[in-house]
């Protein structure tokens, strides 16, 4: 089960203006995120077994597989929301754009920036305005804007995650008076607000109705030039649907999780290299 906590702290650092008067901007667009022989225990429970997965910038990538697998582990483990839980710890490399976000001298936070979370249930901030949950990251980062700068920035967040049209004419409404699908775009607007070279998604469409989880992966299709999104999905169709690869998890009796196979999506569901690939995509299991 996902944990519902979207905005943690993050490392305040001074803004790069984007130099169209739009607000700040961070990084420098969309990175390759990889793993290198990634490890994970609960306490004296392992849970992932050397999991290397190389998740290239402007594309999707779906990790696929059983519950109890590892790939929501797997998932915080990429932006290092794993050493949340006490009993929590990991051995191996997370690299963005080559870079291991778990250096000594990384702050933690500021990966958690870089690489931003949408999780399973949408949590905007109920009471607080459309509006204000959409700047909300950058008051938690300390970043200072003019006014101008923030309502670009809530348009064209807003834009970005389908939800502009929606709502422009009620921006200081509740977000909590959303619809579930609608609060769930304002979350991805939110997470982009501080300009994320990765977007991780846990599942965001489970707790949503088809046409809602229609507009959700239409967002995820038009983001896609704009951040590097990895998405935990049980939806095979949705897999095949929204990810350019596909990563599949399996954890077989109590063992723990490992990839199984990885590699283009079409492929993944059309020619699986393993036996147990082709049962999982065509639903013969799991």
Same mark, same amino acid.
């Given at each position: 089960?996902?944990e519902n906590t979207?905005?943690?702290?993050?490392?305040?650092?001074?803004?790069?203006e984007?130099?169209?008067?739009?607000?700040?901007?961070?990084?420098?667009?969309?990175a390759? &995120? $990889?793993?290198? +022989?990634?490890?994970?225990?609960?306490?004296?429970?392992k849970? /992932?077994?050397?999991?290397?997965? %190389?998740?290239?910038?402007?594309?999707?990538?779906?990790?696929?597989?059983p519950?109890?697998?590892?790939?929501?582990?797997?998932?915080?483990?990429l932006?290092?929301m794993?050493?949340?839980?006490?009993?929590?710890?990991?051995?191996?490399?997370?690299?963005l754009?080559e870079?291991?976000i778990?250096?000594?001298?990384?702050r933690?936070t500021?990966?958690?920036?870089?690489?931003?979370?949408?999780?399973?249930?949408?949590?905007?901030?109920?009471?607080?305005?459309?509006y204000?949950?959409?700047?909300a990251? &950058? $008051?938690?980062? +300390?970043?200072?804007t003019?006014?101008?700068?923030?309502?670009? /920035?809530?348009e064209?967040?807003l %834009?970005?995650?389908?939800?502009?049209k929606e709502?422009?004419?009620?921006l200081?409404q509740?977000?909590?008076?959303?619809?579930?699908g609608q609060q769930?775009?304002?979350?991805i607007?939110?997470?982009?607000?501080?300009?994320p070279?990765?977007?991780?998604m846990d599942?965001?469409?489970?707790a949503?109705?088809?046409?809602?989880t229609?507009?959700?992966e239409?967002?995820?299709?038009d983001?896609?030039?704009?951040?590097?999104?990895?998405?935990?999905t049980h939806?095979?169709?949705q897999?095949?649907?929204?990810?350019?690869?596909? +990563?599949?998890?399996?954890?077989?009796?109590?063992?723990?999780?490992v990839?199984?196979?990885?590699?283009?999506?079409?492929?993944?569901?059309?020619?699986?290299q393993?036996e147990r690939?082709?049962?999982?995509?065509?639903?013969?299991f799991?």
């Amino acid at each position: 089960m996902s944990e519902n906590t979207d905005l943690v702290d993050t490392a305040v650092q001074p803004p790069v203006e984007d130099g169209r008067g739009g607000g700040p901007r961070f990084g420098d667009g969309p990175a390759t &995120l $990889r793993a290198d +022989a990634v490890s994970a225990w609960f306490g004296d429970h392992k849970v /992932l077994d050397r999991v290397s997965l %190389t998740m290239p910038a402007r594309q999707v990538t779906a990790l696929i597989g059983p519950s109890g697998c590892g790939k929501s582990t797997f998932l915080r483990i990429l932006n290092r929301m794993h050493e949340l839980i006490g009993s929590a710890s990991l051995a191996g490399r997370v690299l963005l754009d080559e870079v291991d976000i778990y250096d000594r001298g990384r702050r933690i936070t500021h990966a958690r920036r870089e690489i931003g979370m949408v999780f399973q249930k949408p949590n905007p901030f109920p009471a607080m305005s459309i509006y204000d949950n959409v700047v909300a990251g &950058l $008051r938690l980062n +300390a970043i200072r804007t003019g006014r101008e700068g923030k309502d670009d /920035l809530v348009e064209e967040c807003l %834009t970005k995650a389908g939800l502009w049209k929606e709502v422009r004419d009620r921006l200081r409404q509740p977000g909590g008076a959303l619809s579930g699908g609608q609060q769930q775009r304002l979350c991805i607007a939110r997470s982009l607000a501080v300009r994320p070279r990765v977007l991780l998604m846990d599942e965001p469409c489970s707790a949503l109705d088809p046409t809602s989880t229609r507009r959700i992966e239409e967002t995820i299709h038009d983001l896609r030039d704009e951040v590097t999104i990895v998405i935990v999905t049980h939806n095979m169709q949705q897999a095949a649907r929204v990810s350019d690869n596909c +990563a599949f998890f399996l954890a077989a009796h109590g063992t723990p999780g490992v990839i199984v196979e990885h590699g283009g999506t079409h492929a993944m569901f059309n020619s699986p290299q393993d036996e147990r690939t082709s049962d999982y995509v065509n639903g013969r299991f799991g």
